[in-house]
């Protein structure tokens, strides 16, 4: 089982609901992202998704694309996110994840890629435009490494297709809260209930949402009905205004805190 | 070869669907949709009347004499695409969508363009059956086609800018995926060219190829027999699938299509994916495609915005792969030429994406004699008329 099995195992002993936190890794800088990492673990993050920076990112709105960019820009690419995430590793066994499109990991290479990963402490991979239909090379080689493979269930998710993505889907099945790209949204949607009945109906396994979620009160409303929630775009926007400041680790602690606290009114 | 693709969309390896899960389900609906319409006898015929009677189909096959004299070489033949409504190929293709569109109930037509010639032909469809229409489009390609982004306003289109990225078709494209992801429900996506996830290259394919059912038809009638090589260029692959398809069985003929050779062949300068790119996964579809050491997508070039894309449509990747289609570049100044001298010699003004065709035929017909050329002129120059300035600039002298 990776660590991510065992935090969801964890979670569930202790009665709580994890916190999941995005980060493009790279932005402002690949130095930069393991204190960042820290600074999250430190606010209470159960889990990081490290984005892999790709030029098209179609599922992601504006906020992640200028993350993005500027990672890139910075030099990120796929072989310096496993660096960043050995780093990470030294100090720390939190959850980590890999989160990126298909084609700077078919570049890579898929074997290659799965030794590489679980070298560097890598947990897990979700790679959002590589449908079940199309991830079976991928799937078989990161189990054969021992690392677990996300696939993502939608509100457009037909039965047929929620039982595929649950079959592929070790660790935990990934929620996508709303028919829309990342990106904060005021309010959570309403399709968020009946997804998450109708993939409880499919999988025993452990759930998160994500896509829109950047608020204690989101987390608050989740809490109660799946095991753990992610946020992204809401970090980044920090790290974008932050531009790089000395304070940037301060403010991703506290917001992570402040989110995590929106659990406690869950109970 | 006729049997491609197979039920997840593969010409050979190539194309496959690789979207994000929340448009799986409806494109698997858009797929059920198609095949049903397909074979729909009433659906092909309101298509058919409208390729007819609002088109302007056939084309005319016209052979191109004083061009052949002054060349010395093959005979060449020109499909006419560019006297086609709204001047290019691209309406045969949104036509079919937006009957398509109709049928399955959608309200919202969505559609990305680079050259502006599928935004208007889309928004010309829109504005004949009734659809709200949004066309995004890259701030580069706005630039460069002006003209086409108020014809579009002018047919009551919304055109919206898309300043991410290189600014160009690759980034229309990803916004407008992000536009179907928010409004699945009420929207359809008319993608203009054959790319994209299946079943899009396949169901545009099938509206293109036409072009090439007719050609075939026609040069058997006017020559006599098939042709030695037919000449397409290659953005997508739309129209250069269009008509080749029809003659795919025909081993004799040669098909060659053509890509952007740009400015050079250092990476960014061009957009010629068998020249220096390899299979990748972008915007749906795995095929060649222009990409860094990292699997980042390059930046290309081309003074045709509607050939300006890093990846080529799944079918010819396969076409390539087999070695049943041939693949070449000519450059900018070459597309430039061949435009001037088709002009001079026939009075016809082609679009630079033509040109490209039109560039390649030139080069070859003179060591050609008694070879017969088809050429796809798929469209128009008028949009062009801005570029061709710019390079023409001894013409603008009063
Ligand atoms: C006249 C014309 N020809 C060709 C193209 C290239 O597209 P495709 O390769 O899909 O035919 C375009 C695209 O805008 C065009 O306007």
Request: hydrophobic letters at 40%; a negative charge.
């Amino acid at each position: 089982m990776t660590r991510i099995g065992q935090l969801f195992e964890r979670l569930k002993r202790e009665n709580r609901k994890g916190l999941i936190a995005y980060i493009t890794a790279g932005d402002p800088h690949p130095d930069r992202t393991p204190s960042l990492v820290d600074a999250l673990v430190r606010g209470g993050a159960d889990l990081i998704e490290l984005g892999v920076p790709f030029s098209d990112p179609v599922a992601d709105g504006p906020v992640i694309q200028r993350a993005g960019d500027r990672a890139i820009a910075a030099g990120t690419n796929l072989a310096r996110v496993l660096e960043i995430a050995s780093k990470i590793r030294e100090r720390s066994e939190v959850p980590l994840l890999l989160f990126t499109y298909l084609n700077p990991v078919l570049r890579y290479g898929l074997e290659r890629l799965s030794r590489d990963a679980a070298k560097s402490g890598i947990d897990g991979c979700l790679l959002t435009d590589a449908s079940v239909e199309e991830a079976e090379a991928y799937v078989g080689a990161m189990r054969a490494a021992g690392l677990d493979t996300i696939f993502l269930a939608a509100p457009t998710s037909t039965e047929r297709r929620l039982k595929l993505v649950a079959r592929y889907s070790s660790g935990f099945v990934y929620l996508v809260s709303r028919t829309g790209v990342t990106g904060e949204q005021a309010s959570l949607s309403a399709a968020v209930g009946p997804l998450v009945q109708s993939v409880r109906a499919v999988t025993d396994l452990p759930l998160a949402v994500g896509f829109g979620v950047s608020k204690p009160g989101h987390v608050a409303e989740l809490g109660r009905q799946v095991e753990a929630v992610v946020v992204g775009s809401a970090f980044m926007r920090i790290v974008e205004s932050s531009a790089g400041a000395p304070e940037l680790e301060g403010r991703l602690e506290a917001f992570a805190r402040e989110l995590k606290l929106g659990f406690g009114e869950t109970a | 070869m006729t049997q491609q693709p197979d039920s997840g969309g593969h010409f050979g390896p190539y194309g496959g669907r690789f979207v994000p899960e929340v448009l799986m389900a409806p494109i698997e609906e858009l797929e059920h949709a198609y095949l049903e319409a397909r074979s729909d006898p009433a659906f092909q015929a309101e298509l058919a009347a409208l390729l007819a009677d609002y088109a302007g189909r056939p084309t005319p096959l016209y052979h191109a004499r004083s061009l052949s004299e002054r060349l010395g070489g093959a005979q060449i033949y020109l499909k006419r695409e560019d006297l086609l409504h709204t001047g290019a190929h691209k309406i045969n293709n949104s036509l079919g969508q937006a009957l398509l569109a109709r049928r399955m109930g959608k309200k919202r037509i969505i559609a990305e363009t680079g050259a502006g010639q599928h935004g208007v032909a889309t928004a010309t469809v829109c504005a004949l059956l009734g659809f709200e229409c949004v066309v995004y489009m890259g701030e580069e390609d706005m630039r460069r086609q002006r003209l086409n982004v108020f014809r579009m306003r002018l047919l009551g289109a919304k055109v919206a800018a898309v300043s991410s990225g290189s600014r160009t078709l690759k980034d229309a494209i990803s916004e407008a995926m992000r536009d179907w992801v928010a409004n699945v429900g009420d929207t359809y996506y008319l993608l203009g060219s054959a790319l994209g996830s299946h079943p899009y290259p396949m169901m545009v394919r099938d509206f293109q190829k036409i072009i090439g059912e007719e050609a075939r038809g026609q040069i058997l009638k006017s020559a006599g027999r098939l042709p030695d090589a037919i000449f397409a260029c290659v953005g997508g692959g739309s129209n250069a699938i269009g008509i080749f398809h029809a003659f795919v069985p025909d081993a004799g003929v040669a098909l060659i299509g053509v890509e952007a050779g740009g400015r050079g062949d250092a990476a960014g300068e061009h957009a010629a994916r068998f020249r220096g790119g390899s299979p990748g996964v972008l915007q749906g579809a795995f095929s060649y495609l222009l990409q860094d050491e990292d699997g980042q997508v390059s930046s290309t070039h081309s003074v045709s915005a509607g050939l300006d894309y890093a990846m080529i449509g799944p079918e010819h990747a396969w076409l390539h792969d087999l070695s049943r289609a041939e693949y070449v570049a000519a450059s900018d100044a070459e597309a430039l030429a061949a435009a001037k001298l088709l002009s001079r010699t026939e009075g016809i003004i082609p679009a630079l994406e033509s040109a490209h065709a039109v560039a390649e035929a030139v080069k070859r017909a003179p060591a050609s004699p008694g070879k017969i050329f088809l050429v796809n002129v798929s469209g128009r120059g008028d949009k062009d008329i801005d570029i061709y300035r710019e390079n023409f600039k001894e013409l603008d002298e009063a």
